[in-house]
């Protein structure tokens, strides 16, 4: 069975007004093109969508195990810092960090 160092769960939940869908979903399928682009997998990096993450009003946000960060992001620059950074062990964007 093949475990990843780092997954990325992208919300891309599509339950009201201000969800992370409609603010991002585009940058969603950005950040996957990206990790494509750069083979995040393998380098065990996996960037994955998921529902309700639970902080709406911040979205579109994204966490990433397993050391738990969770960023907001606004679009594809801070998508291509936030990859940037899981290329680098223990990169923290606090910018961009939910705190």
Known sequence: MHFYKKHV???TNNNSRQSCYNKGY???SYAKN???ILDLKSKGI??????CLGFCPKGPI???Y???SWYFYKDEFDID???SS???EGDIIDRLLIK
């Open 9 to 11: 769960f992208i919300c």
């Open 26 to 28: 585009n940058l969603y």
């Open 34 to 36: 990206q990790g494509k």
């Open 46 to 51: 996996r960037i994955s969508s998921s529902g």
């Open 62 to 64: 994204l966490v990433i």
């Open 66 to 68: 397993p050391e738990a």
């Open 81 to 83: 810092e936030i990859i």
């Open 86 to 88: 899981l290329l680098k």
